[in-house]
């Protein structure tokens, strides 16, 4: 690894770029409406409700936050079981759930994000969910239903190859694969965008860790993938939305 390499990582954690950003040239500053608040879709696409936490969700029963701090831990196996829709759910609610809409641009969620600008999104391979069809699908937050993006025969397989061999992905009920849209916050901070989305990926993952163990559900960050396969995989450019961390869930014993 060159020395400039180990530099460039090194800067890319400090806060230094701030002094470097003209931020009156940032697309707020130069009056730019912002972006959505979530990746559009077409009209006709398959989508599905899930449950709306207003319903009750009377198969969570949770636990205290105490505990699920204590027990957090990476898991990597799991259970031949399938997770409900409403335990999906509960953990798109929990990772990425709209808690207040404030106006076209921002929206309030579980998690915290520099500027409200969320500039996340959540795809899912699914493959052992109750009353969910096998395929890869977005959460839309603002709608909370899941979007079909397309199936495949061999989607643990490809999922598994992507993960660079890692087999929980191809183990679990389903694995949420995160993208960054980096225009998002972009919009607001310029240059000084992308620590930041990183970041925000800490605590969406987090929160999916704990919510993991109220429903008796174990997960683990991964952050090593083949980047294109994976991209490939869920169908995103590259260049304006790529993937930056994933996840695998699946049931693991009480
Ligand atoms: C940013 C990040 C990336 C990670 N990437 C991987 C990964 O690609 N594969 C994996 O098996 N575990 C991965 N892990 C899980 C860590 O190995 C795990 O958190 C660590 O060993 C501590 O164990 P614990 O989570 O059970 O406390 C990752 C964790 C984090 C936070």
């Given at each position: 690894m060159t020395q400039s390499l180990l530099e460039q990582g090194r800067s890319f954690l400090k806060d230094t770029v701030r002094k470097t950003v003209d931020f009156s040239a940032t697309a707020q500053?130069?009056?730019?409406?912002?972006?959505?608040?979530?990746?559009?879709?077409?009209?006709?696409?398959?989508?599905?409700?899930?449950?709306?936490?207003?319903?009750g969700w009377k198969t969570i029963h949770g636990i205290d936050l105490k505990t699920a701090i204590q027990n957090r831990r990476s898991r990597r196996t799991y259970r031949d079981?399938?997770?409900?829709?409403?335990?999906?759910?509960?953990?798109l609610?929990?990772?990425?759930?709209?808690?207040?809409?404030?106006?076209?641009?921002?929206?309030?969620?579980?998690v915290p994000s520099a500027g409200c600008r969320h500039a996340i999104e959540t795809y899912l391979c699914v493959l052992n969910v109750?009353?969910?069809?096998?395929?890869?699908?977005?959460?839309?937050p603002l709608e909370h239903q899941i979007l079909l993006e397309g199936t495949d025969d061999r989607l643990a397989q490809r999922i598994v190859g992507a993960a660079f061999g890692q087999v929980s992905p191809?183990?679990?009920?389903?694995?949420?694969?995160?993208?960054a849209v980096p225009y998002r916050m972009e919009?607001?901070?310029?240059?000084?965008?992308?620590?930041?989305?990183?970041?925000?990926?800490?605590?969406?993952?987090?929160?999916?860790?704990?919510?993991?163990?109220?429903?008796?559900?174990?997960?683990c960050a991964m952050a090593a993938y083949d980047q294109e396969a994976m991209d490939r995989l869920i169908g995103v450019d590259g260049t304006d939305e790529f993937v930056i961390y994933l996840a695998p869930v699946g049931k693991v014993a009480g």
């Open positions: 500053s130069r009056g730019i409406g912002p972006p959505p608040i979530e990746k559009p879709f077409a009209e006709g696409t398959t989508r599905i409700d899930l449950p709306p936490q207003t319903g079981e399938p997770v409900t829709v409403e335990e999906l759910s509960f953990l609610w929990a990772t990425q759930g709209i808690r207040e809409r404030i106006d076209e641009g921002h929206a309030y969620r579980t109750t009353g969910v069809a096998r395929g890869l699908y977005r959460y839309l191809g183990e679990a009920a389903v694995t949420f694969i995160w993208t919009w607001r901070y310029g240059g000084a965008a992308h620590k930041v989305i990183a970041l925000d990926a800490g605590h969406v993952c987090q929160n999916l860790y704990l919510a993991c163990e109220a429903i008796e559900a174990g997960t």
